[in-house]
């Protein structure tokens, strides 16, 4: 007996009464004020809910649902859930509803949830964002004022309409509420749940979805006191495992592809967990509270039978990484959570994250650990690309194999297919346990339609696609700079090399153009420049940055997080041609030439403060880290998180470079020193020497270490540099120059270290 035919016509109608349960308020804002949101509810239910082949029995206890979900009295034991449901998902985010919607209603944005974040005295702007359906182009879903916000709900009910139809085709009722969720979120990720006395920020999307999660716990738990089971994991070694044995010079292009479909692979561990999770414990999409690369948490109901299941599952992902990834671990766990632990979500996942979580973590493979896991192995051959063991010394092993083609099919990849059982026809296949779950990434040209039996996500856009047994799209943070062969003057050798990855060292080359960086190495390249960058204070923002913090807040807050970096990030770097190694949840790796990651970390630490509504609050902490482009990797790694660790010591809000931490606003000053005085230059009014002495004058000034009165103040010494060698227009320019230098002068390390790498390389930030 397969899981639809083991599905209560009860749950159908409890699952569907709580996702549809507020529908209505978006077609109430496009439709007018003259009905009540729950009477639009129940309208919806009578003309769309046949497109789920619902049975009369099942469409009329929904229709009762939707419309009396606000009512006072009833005895419906299945309304009196989604009504706890939904008191519970809205827990601070709205006052008692009086039964009247106010006409402010349609006419209201949706509040930035960064704007409701606050951690000091410092308050953040009141920025909201349009009422539009989900975009992949975030231009558009940047915050701004409420004057300048756009509320365009025919164009939501539209996005819901036209997608709803697609509904139709699919053949299970599990498909078409998995389906509903992406549609949902495409529509209603912008939609405002509740205004009338409430702040809007939370939006209608997150609300029906947590909503329907909470009703699916409330009804199989058999747990009274503690109906949920909140699960979460996040994975280690990611670093490991992305940068173990890879070469900076990448002669070969196969370790190019390789990197990427390593990075690629951390999407994929991450979703096929949550998959056979779900599957596990026969869960839906919306139970699913955050999936992002490398963590994810979801709320299950807490019954006897899933907890036993999740130990066995813990057991057996926990193998499958050891044998595949030894260098990774998924440190998987769960928490039994009241109703009380629901409303006050804040201190529930503060709890979960310094208690639950690190006592997986600091027992790593625990769970797998016998009498043969430590035998020792003899007669090993280490993959030259890995490290795990092989059956040649100079060969890659299948796994990098089958990673180094994933990375090749990246860079033309439209949709990814997912299957559960194996297909020979998947690109990977995870064991887990008894259960395998496949994956296809489909590219341009394939023909999507002999997927029809696939899950189908869409991975260029938030359209739905056409075919499979479930419509959604996922994001991965993760670019890596291409040229088409056939601009290079020759014909692709196979599928995989339509479009050839560049390599490190053909992308520090200092032209202009792509096409001409290839070809013969230069003997001096410019140097090879490593980012790290992350979010301050994220475990504070989550436990206490929200005064009213609930299920949906943090679903969404999460979401914003994940999107920014996953989606943004990537935009900037195809701009700055530069390899977005990782980014997702809260951090990004990135590689390139020294001046375009410069330029990169400048516009994602602008683009990040625009997306946080300009809250002091949110900040990021960077590191950046040179070297010659045949310079270790890992090497390179270790010294960016240490430039990342030096920002954090020095308050944080800040980037670390050249041996400081510099605050953005100084870091960006630097900069147009930099250019300034290299104008300067070229113009043939200052010499290059200048970046030396100033170099110089630093290294002896009491903002070095070891300070010895050498140079008790450095501005005699410049001015005099500047009368007898800059050529200025006229006394006024020398003081100005002279003036800005010395404002300056505590970081001047950056700024004169800049120019002289821009002199040698000719290049500019």
Request: hydrophobic content about 40%; proline content about 3%; glycine content about 4%.
């Given at each position: 007996?397969?899981?639809?035919?083991?599905?209560?016509?009860?749950?159908?109608?409890?699952?569907?009464?709580?996702?549809?349960?507020?529908?209505?308020?978006?077609?109430?804002?496009?439709?007018?004020?003259?009905?009540?949101?729950?009477?639009?509810?129940?309208?919806?239910?009578?003309?769309?809910?046949?497109?789920?082949?619902?049975?009369?029995?099942?469409?009329?206890?929904?229709?009762?649902?939707?419309?009396?979900?606000?009512?006072?009295?009833?005895?419906?034991?299945?309304?009196?859930?989604?009504?706890?449901?939904?008191?519970?998902?809205?827990?601070?985010?709205?006052?008692?509803?009086?039964?009247?919607?106010?006409?402010?209603?349609?006419?209201?944005?949706?509040?930035?949830?960064?704007?409701?974040?606050?951690?000091?005295?410092?308050?953040?702007?009141?920025?909201?964002?349009?009422?539009?359906?989900?975009?992949?182009?975030?231009?558009?879903?940047?915050?701004?004022?409420?004057?300048?916000?756009?509320?365009?709900?025919?164009?939501?009910?539209?996005?819901?309409?036209?997608?709803?139809?697609?509904?139709?085709?699919?053949?299970?009722?599990?498909?078409?509420?998995?389906?509903?969720?992406?549609?949902?979120?495409?529509?209603?990720?912008?939609?405002?749940?509740?205004?009338?006395?409430?702040?809007?920020?939370i939006p209608l999307y997150d609300h029906l979805k947590t909503t329907a999660a909470i009703?699916?716990?409330?009804?199989?738990?058999?747990?009274?006191?503690?109906?949920?089971?909140?699960?979460?994991?996040?994975?280690?070694?990611?670093?490991?495992?992305?940068?173990?044995?890879?070469?900076?010079?990448?002669?070969?292009?196969?370790?190019?592809?390789?990197?990427?479909?390593?990075?690629?692979?951390?999407?994929?561990?991450?979703?096929?967990?949550?998959?056979?999770?779900?599957?596990?414990?026969?869960?839906?999409?919306?139970?699913?509270?955050?999936?992002?690369?490398?963590?994810?948490?979801?709320?299950?109901?807490?019954?006897?039978?899933?907890?036993?299941?999740?130990?066995?599952?813990?057991?057996?992902?926990?193998?499958?990484?050891?044998?595949?990834?030894?260098?990774?671990?998924?440190?998987?766990?769960?928490?039994?959570?009241?109703?009380?632990?629901?409303?006050?979500?804040?201190?529930?996942?503060?709890?979960?994250?310094?208690?639950?979580?690190?006592?997986?973590?600091?027992?790593?493979?625990?769970?797998?650990?016998?009498?043969?896991?430590?035998?020792?192995?003899?007669?090993?051959?280490?993959?030259?690309?890995?490290?795990?063991?092989?059956?040649?010394?100079?060969?890659?092993?299948?796994?990098?194999?089958?990673?180094?083609?994933?990375?090749?099919?990246?860079?033309?990849?439209?949709?990814?297919?997912?299957?559960?059982?194996?297909?020979?026809?998947?690109?990977?296949?995870?064991?887990?346990?008894?259960?395998?779950?496949?994956?296809?990434?489909?590219?341009?040209?394939?023909?999507?339609?002999?997927?029809?039996?696939?899950?189908?996500?869409?991975?260029?856009?938030?359209?739905?696609?056409?075919?499979?047994?479930?419509?959604?799209?996922?994001?991965?943070?993760?670019?890596?700079?291409?040229?088409?062969?056939?601009?290079?003057?020759?014909?692709?050798?196979?599928?995989?090399?339509?479009?050839?990855?560049?390599?490190?060292?053909?992308?520090?080359?200092?032209?202009?153009?792509?096409?001409?960086?290839?070809?013969?190495?230069?003997?001096?390249?410019?140097?090879?420049?490593m980012l790290k960058m992350d979010v301050d204070n994220l475990g504070t923002i989550f436990?206490?940055?929200?005064?009213?913090?609930?299920?949906?807040?943090?679903?969404?807050?999460?979401?914003?997080?994940?999107?920014?970096?996953?989606?943004?990030?990537?935009?900037?770097?195809?701009?700055?041609?530069?390899?977005?190694?990782?980014?997702?949840?809260?951090?990004?790796?990135?590689?390139?030439?020294?001046?375009?990651?410069?330029?990169?970390?400048?516009?994602?630490?602008?683009?990040?403060?625009?997306?946080?509504?300009?809250?002091?609050?949110?900040?990021?902490?960077?590191?950046?880290?040179?070297?010659?482009?045949?310079?270790?990797?890992?090497?390179?790694?270790?010294?960016?998180?240490?430039?990342?660790?030096?920002?954090?010591?020095?308050?944080?809000?800040?980037?670390?470079?050249?041996?400081?931490?510099?605050?953005?606003?100084?870091?960006?000053?630097?900069?147009?020193?930099?250019?300034?005085?290299?104008?300067?230059?070229?113009?043939?009014?200052?010499?290059?020497?200048?970046?030396?002495?100033?170099?110089?004058?630093?290294?002896?000034?009491?903002?070095?270490?070891?300070?010895?009165?050498?140079?008790?103040?450095?501005?005699?010494?410049?001015?005099?540099?500047?009368?007898?060698?800059?050529?200025?227009?006229?006394?006024?320019?020398?003081?100005?120059?002279?003036?800005?230098?010395?404002?300056?002068?505590?970081?001047?390390?950056?700024?004169?270290?800049?120019?002289?790498?821009?002199?040698?390389?000719?290049?500019?930030?």
């Amino acid at each position: 007996m397969d899981r639809e035919e083991k599905i209560p016509v009860e749950e159908k109608i409890l699952v569907l009464g709580a996702l549809l349960h507020d529908v209505g308020k978006a077609i109430q804002r496009s439709k007018g004020m003259g009905k009540k949101h729950e009477e639009y509810s129940e309208e919806f239910v009578r003309n769309y809910l046949d497109d789920l082949d619902a049975h009369r029995e099942i469409k009329e206890r929904v229709m009762y649902i939707v419309r009396k979900h606000h009512a006072e009295d009833s005895d419906d034991s299945l309304l009196q859930i989604v009504k706890e449901a939904d008191r519970l998902s809205a827990r601070f985010d709205r006052e008692k509803y009086k039964g009247q919607d106010s006409q402010d209603v349609a006419t209201t944005p949706l509040l930035s949830i960064f704007s409701e974040i606050v951690l000091s005295e410092e308050n953040a702007l009141k920025m909201y964002n349009s009422v539009i359906p989900l975009q992949e182009n975030l231009k558009n879903h940047f915050p701004v004022d409420k004057a300048k916000a756009k509320v365009d709900y025919h164009n939501v009910m539209d996005t819901l309409q036209k997608n709803w139809d697609k509904l139709r085709e699919l053949p299970t009722f599990v498909d078409r509420v998995n389906t509903i969720n992406y549609i949902f979120l495409k529509a209603f990720k912008f939609v405002p749940s509740a205004v009338y006395e409430a702040v809007p920020d939370i939006p209608l999307y997150d609300h029906l979805k947590t909503t329907a999660a909470i009703a699916l716990c409330l009804y199989r738990s058999d747990n009274k006191d503690k109906p949920f089971l909140l699960i979460g994991g996040e994975i280690s070694g990611i670093q490991k495992f992305l940068f173990y044995n890879l070469k900076a010079e990448e002669a070969d292009r196969g370790a190019a592809k390789r990197f990427r479909g390593r990075s690629f692979m951390i999407n994929l561990i991450t979703d096929s967990v949550v998959k056979y999770i779900v599957t596990r414990l026969n869960l839906y999409e919306f139970s699913v509270l955050v999936n992002a690369a490398g963590h994810f948490i979801i709320l299950a109901p807490n019954t006897l039978e899933n907890k036993k299941e999740l130990e066995n599952l813990i057991k057996d992902v926990s193998k499958y990484i050891y044998e595949n990834f030894p260098r990774m671990y998924f440190a998987i766990s769960w928490m039994e959570c009241s109703r009380k632990d629901i409303e006050n979500f804040d201190t529930t996942l503060k709890t979960f994250y310094e208690e639950y979580l690190p006592q997986r973590k600091f027992r790593k493979f625990s769970e797998i650990i016998s009498e043969e896991f430590f035998e020792e192995k003899t007669n090993i051959t280490p993959c030259p690309a890995c490290g795990k063991d092989s059956k040649s010394e100079t060969e890659v092993c299948n796994t990098c194999q089958t990673i180094e083609k994933i990375g090749g099919k990246l860079v033309r990849a439209r949709y990814l297919a997912r299957k559960t059982g194996k297909d020979i026809n998947s690109d990977w296949i995870f064991e887990y346990g008894k259960t395998s779950i496949s994956y296809r990434i489909v590219t341009d040209g394939e023909d999507i339609s002999k997927f029809k039996d696939w899950e189908i996500f869409s991975l260029r856009n938030f359209e739905l696609p056409e075919h499979g047994v479930l419509r959604g799209f996922k994001t991965y943070g993760s670019f890596a700079p291409s040229i088409s062969v056939e601009d290079l003057g020759y014909q692709p050798s196979s599928e995989e090399d339509v479009k050839r990855i560049l390599s490190f060292s053909e992308i520090v080359q200092a032209r202009e153009k792509i096409e001409d960086r290839l070809g013969e190495i230069q003997e001096k390249s410019p140097k090879l420049a490593m980012l790290k960058m992350d979010v301050d204070n994220l475990g504070t923002i989550f436990a206490r940055g929200i005064e009213r913090m609930s299920v949906s807040r943090y679903s969404h807050l999460s979401f914003m997080l994940d999107i920014f970096f996953a989606l943004e990030s990537v935009a900037i770097a195809k701009k700055h041609n530069v390899y977005l190694l990782f980014a997702g949840g809260d951090d990004l790796t990135a590689i390139g030439r020294y001046d375009e990651i410069i330029s990169f970390a400048l516009e994602i630490h602008e683009k990040f403060v625009r997306w946080c509504a300009g809250n002091p609050n949110l900040t990021l902490s960077s590191g950046i880290a040179m070297a010659d482009h045949k310079f270790p990797i890992r090497r390179l790694v270790e010294y960016a998180d240490e430039s990342l660790k030096l920002a954090k010591e020095e308050g944080k809000n800040r980037i670390g470079i050249f041996g400081l931490a510099l605050r953005w606003d100084d870091f960006k000053k630097q900069i147009e020193i930099a250019e300034k005085l290299q104008n300067y230059h070229k113009d043939g009014r200052i010499s290059g020497v200048f970046s030396h002495l100033l170099l110089n004058i630093y290294s002896k000034s009491k903002h070095t270490k070891g300070y010895t009165k050498e140079i008790v103040h450095p501005r005699p010494y410049i001015s005099y540099y500047l009368k007898r060698n800059f050529k200025a227009k006229d006394e006024m320019e020398r003081e100005e120059l002279l003036k800005e230098i010395m404002e300056a002068f505590p970081h001047i390390k950056v700024g004169a270290s800049i120019w002289a790498l821009n002199k040698r390389y000719n290049l500019s930030i």
